[in-house]
C-alpha cells in the first residue's frame, strides 16, 4: 500500500521557520521524482519545489527561491522541506507528491496534506 505521510505543519510567526517531512512507503521512494505543492484557500494548486530521484536536480518556484530547500534522504524513504523567514502568504496546505513515468504509465501520489499559518 502507497503512503505519503506530511509532517510538521503549524502556526509559526512572520520571519520564522519550520521543516516538513514526507515519510514515503510501499512504493521503491528513491527511483521516484519528489516535490512539494502547496494550495491556499481559494487559489489553485501550485508546485513549490521539486527533487530528482537522485537528488541531483532541484528546482524552486521563484516566490520561494532563497527561503525553502528540498531534501531527500533515499535511506530514510523521507523527502523534506526547510521552510525559512516565511511570510503570511505561505500559508496554505503542503502536500507531498511521488511521480515517475515508466513508458507509457504515470505513477503519481499524494499526501493527506499538511496546513501551515504564518501569521502575527
Known amino acids: 500500500q502507497v503512503r505519503l505521510v506530511e509532517s510538521g505543519g503549524g502556526l509559526v510567526q512572520p520571519g520564522g521557520s519550520l521543516r516538513l517531512s514526507c515519510a514515503a512507503s510501499?512504493?521503491?521512494?528513491?527511483?521516484?521524482?519528489m516535490r512539494w505543492y502547496r494550495q491556499a484557500p481559494g487559489k489553485e494548486r501550485e508546485l513549490v519545489a521539486a527533487?530528482?530521484?537522485?537528488?541531483?536536480?532541484?528546482t524552486y518556484a521563484d516566490s520561494v527561491k532563497g527561503r525553502f530547500t528540498i531534501s531527500r534522504d533515499n535511506a530514510k524513504n523521507t523527502v523534506y522541506l526547510q521552510m525559512n523567514s516565511l511570510k503570511p502568504e505561505d500559508t496554505a496546505v503542503y502536500y507531498c507528491?511521488?511521480?515517475?513515468?515508466?513508458?507509457?504509465?504515470?505513477?503519481?501520489?499524494w499526501g493527506q496534506g499538511t496546513q501551515v499559518t504564518v501569521t502575527s
Open positions: 507528491n511521488a511521480r515517475r513515468v515508466i513508458l507509457v504509465k504515470d505513477y503519481d501520489y
Open positions: 510501499g512504493f521503491t521512494f528513491s527511483s521516484y521524482a
Open positions: 527533487i530528482a530521484s537522485g537528488g541531483g536536480s532541484i
